[in-house]
């Protein structure tokens, strides 16, 4: 099957397609035939080699931790599914990934694709939406009546986390630029901050969460937006613990857990239009499609998600 790999670190051009044996599902796996698939930070971040300690590959290594498509063979243990349903998932984490015509997911992995939504749509939600979700929900326990700081509200995860965040009640607040006002308004956020002109620990105070996707110095500069006892979660770093003591709250640091389950909760929302997918680029399955995709993911100005089409 046809593949787009990388066989060493290095920036996007070290992308190439490559003829890959396909694989055949263990006892609890499907193998799905990859409709579309989606770019995220942690793509090209591997790719660089930045995370080559935390998760150590062998090359080839086929990038990609999203997928929607169509089961076309499955293990003797896999219960739930039938060769021919429409799935999505977040994949385990490992070197074969969903670059590829075809991959493999756990069962308990996976999720229905909703009926109304595309496979580019659907491949848009599993990595960004269980990361925000996870985050908002499960560590910062986000609730009805609070009111939350979301940083880059335009991009794939804050787009998702706006939405996720008025669904559970709360106040949104958010960064992005003024071209990106009207979209974040939309998406539900009450208040835009134009972080190209406006210091947001300027604009709010005594907020109970901030969700932040930068890392660096605004995340230091998040703390001081919370009241004491309220909760920061970063999915870009390590927040600074002296810097929390003093301001009094909460930090944590946070890596997205596959589940199936959980993507089984967004798929309901998804199916009643209560979350809507953010498909903002799409790129064709390919070498150059999947470098020019890396290259705008990298900017970290990309509206919505980056999908690619594979069918």
């Given amino acids: 099957m046809k593949a787009v790999v990388i066989q060493q670190y290095g920036?996007?051009?070290?992308?190439?397609?490559?003829?890959?044996?396909?694989?055949a599902p263990e006892e609890n796996q499907v193998l799905v035939e990859v409709y579309a698939t989606s770019i995220n930070p942690i793509d090209?971040?591997?790719?660089?080699?930045?995370?080559?300690?935390?998760?150590?590959?062998?090359?080839?290594?086929?990038?990609?931790?999203?997928?929607?498509?169509k089961i076309v063979a499955k293990g003797n243990g896999v219960t739930d599914y039938q060769v021919g349903d429409e799935v999505f998932a977040r994949p385990a984490t490992t070197n074969r990934g969903t670059y590829a015509e075809y991959t493999l997911v756990d069962e308990a992995l996976l999720a229905k694709k909703p009926t109304?939504?595309?496979?580019?749509?659907?491949?848009?939600?599993?990595?960004?939406?269980?990361?925000?979700?996870?985050?908002?929900?499960?560590?910062?326990?986000?609730?009805?009546?609070?009111?939350?700081?979301?940083?880059?509200?335009?991009?794939?995860?804050?787009?998702?986390?706006?939405?996720?965040?008025?669904?559970?009640?709360?106040y949104v607040a958010t960064t992005a630029s003024e071209a990106n006002e009207n979209y974040v308004k939309e998406l539900g956020a009450d208040q835009f901050i134009n972080y190209r002109t406006e210091n947001f620990e300027n604009k709010i105070?005594?907020?109970?969460?901030?969700?932040d996707t930068m890392g660096g110095e605004i995340l230091d500069r998040g703390m001081k937006v919370l009241k004491p006892g309220g909760r920061i979660v970063t999915i870009a770093g390590q927040p600074n613990k002296e810097l929390a003591k003093?301001?009094?709250?909460?930090?944590?640091?946070?890596?997205?857990?596959?589940?199936?389950?959980?993507?089984?909760?967004?798929?309901?929302l998804l199916s009643k239009g209560i979350i809507k997918p953010q498909v903002g680029h799409t790129f064709p399955f390919s070498a150059a499609g999947i470098k020019e995709a890396h290259d705008l993911s990298a900017t970290h100005h990309a509206k919505g998600k980056i999908a690619i089409k594979m069918k």
């Fill in 11 to 23: 920036n996007s051009d070290v992308l190439e397609e490559m003829e890959i044996s396909k694989l």
């Fill in 44 to 69: 090209w971040k591997v790719r660089e080699g930045y995370l080559k300690d935390m998760i150590p590959f062998e090359f080839p290594i086929t990038l990609g931790w999203d997928v929607a498509g």
């Fill in 205 to 211: 105070d005594d907020f109970d969460v901030v969700f």
């Fill in 246 to 268: 003093q301001y009094q709250v909460e930090a944590y640091s946070y890596w997205l857990e596959p589940s199936g389950k959980q993507l089984d909760e967004l798929a309901d």
């Fill in 116 to 170: 109304n939504l595309t496979f580019e749509e659907a491949t848009s939600i599993p990595l960004a939406g269980l990361t925000a979700w996870q985050s908002l929900i499960d560590v910062a326990k986000l609730k009805a009546g609070e009111k939350v700081l979301i940083q880059a509200g335009a991009g794939g995860v804050g787009s998702l986390a706006i939405q996720i965040a008025k669904h559970i009640g709360a």
